[in-house]
């Protein structure tokens, strides 16, 4: 009795380390091909060179991610979870809509200064990789839900209202951030301050 019980736990104890390797191997595999994403970018990532960066053959990235899509969400997940995206939910609590959209607007701008890399080559290759869809439609719907709370409460309506949400979207997106800091050599301060005022100014303008 005694034998058959050791036997059993030692099956146990079998199957949870297998399981811990493998859990372990997925994870090399996601890290890998986050770090492929960021520097040579999506659509110049292939599973051979996922499998090299990994240490470990194509067989085994398959066994783990059978489409492009399971790996890219496997991708974006980690991504993100190291990167976390600003909290609108922490916008929502400034009631003047002039400071929650300068809080808002520094708060993505210090994500995009940190992910720049990332968010440039995904940014590039989103067109060319049929499995980037659902990453990229989830940031975008990010952006969306962001624009929903910095503009809530706003005084405008009608054609100003527009305006302003327009205004809003184009100032939080990527390319406008990269477009004032690195082209325009702006900090990110600065860049916050004339978005700011691009509102503001969109919301002022007569029809």
Not at 132 to 161: Q, S, W
Not at 188 to 196: G, N, S
């Amino acid at each position: 009795m005694a034998t058959e019980q050791t036997k059993r736990t030692e099956r146990r104890y079998r199957k949870r380390l297998r399981a811990e390797q493998e859990q372990r191997t997925r994870e090399r595999i996601t890290a890998a091909a986050v770090q492929l994403h960021g520097s040579i970018g999506p659509a110049r990532t292939t599973v051979s060179g996922v499998a090299r960066a990994a240490g470990v053959q194509r067989a085994t990235v398959y066994r783990h991610f059978p489409t492009d899509a399971d790996l890219f969400a496997a991708c974006s997940a980690h991504y993100w979870a190291r990167n976390p995206l600003p909290d609108p939910e922490s916008w929502a609590s400034i009631s003047d809509p002039g400071e929650r959209l300068r809080q808002a607007l520094a708060d993505i701008y210090g994500l995009y200064r940190r992910t720049e890399p990332m968010l440039e080559k995904t940014s590039r290759d989103a067109a060319l990789v049929e499995a980037m869809a659902a990453p990229a439609a989830r940031f975008v719907a990010y952006l969306d839900g962001a624009v929903d709370t910095i503009v809530a409460g706003r005084p405008e309506r009608g054609n100003a209202k527009r305006r302003v949400r327009a205004a809003v979207a184009h100032a939080i997106s990527f390319p406008s951030w990269q477009s004032l800091v690195r082209r325009q050599g702006l900090g990110d301060e600065d860049a916050v301050a004339v978005m700011a005022a691009m509102v503001e100014a969109a919301g002022a303008a007569k029809p």
